[in-house]
């Protein structure tokens, strides 16, 4: 079971930085002209970023149910904790994703302008979605430390990691324009899961 979780874990790091980063991210820096230009010669990226983000979702769901059965004999109560703010997460991307399919419609009928804000407000609603996995993974650093299963180093950098992301939340809301600044902080999430999710697929252990 460890194993799996492993698995789903590598699905969600590979279909969230190829949906966001690889897909998405290029489109943010675009100006509303060459945006609109871009949705309607090349289409199918954004639309692969769409998929790719459905298929992280569904991971992600996968990954909070196997994570509350293997935690659950340690803590409980921390567990369904875990599962319901990873499953809040996972419903507050989905329903981000919906207003983003309208994107190649507003960009054909030469609302780039819209088009833009519209691809603003994803990113406001993912930093939303992530500030409940931040919380998510304060309390996973807590149960991997009552585990025992994994290093220490590695349950700290989840720790550490939630705090990013709740930080990188409330800047979203607060500070919008200081988003820039942060954004170097989310290499060390990126790590830290990484280095828990190569642990699982490896040890299968937590």
Known sequence: MARSAGLAYLVIIVAGISAELALRAPLRALGPEALTSTLVTTPGLFRISLLADLVMISADIALAILFFLLLKPVGPHLSLAVL???LMQAAIIAAS???LTALPDLAAAGEGELAA???DMHATGYDVGLFFFGLNSVLMWRLLRLSGGVPGLIAAGIGLAGLVYLTGSIIR???PEAVPAFEPAYLLPLVAET???L?????ARI
């Open 84 to 86: 319901v703010l990873r």
């Open 97 to 99: 994703l919906i207003p």
């Open 117 to 119: 804000t519209v691809l």
């Open 173 to 175: 809301l607060a500070a």
């Open 195 to 197: 280095a828990l999710c």
């Open 199 to 203: 642990w699982l697929l490896v040890k």
